[in-house]
């Protein structure tokens, strides 16, 4: 549930997991995990574009899993 400043509930979401069979109960079975680069990463990265002199591009894509079309039938149980 997201909350605003007051704890009002403002929406819920919700995550599908459809393999959750690779998670066994019991070993962060509750927790929800993203892959997300840190910053120290990120900061690394530009460094040695710089370095080498390397052109870096950007190209910033945030959930374009989430809405994409599907060209096949996807069966869940």
């Known amino acids: 549930m997201k909350q605003d400043e ?3 509930i403002v929406k819920n ?3 599908l997991i459809v393999r959750d069979f690779i998670q066994p ?3 962060d079975f509750e ?3 993203a892959p997300v680069a840190r ?3 990120a900061r690394l990265l530009m460094a040695l574009a710089v370095a080498k002199d390397c ?3 950007h ?5 374009a899993f989430l809405n994409c079309e599907l060209a096949e039938t996807v069966f869940v149980k």
Do not use: Q, W
Not at 59 to 63: G, K, N, P, V, Y
């Open 6 to 8: 007051c704890g009002a």
């Open 13 to 15: 979401k919700e995550r």
């Open 25 to 27: 109960k019991g070993i």
């Open 31 to 33: 927790e929800v995990f």
């Open 39 to 41: 910053m120290e990463s």
């Open 55 to 57: 052109h870096v591009h």
């Open 59 to 63: 190209l910033d894509i945030i959930s």
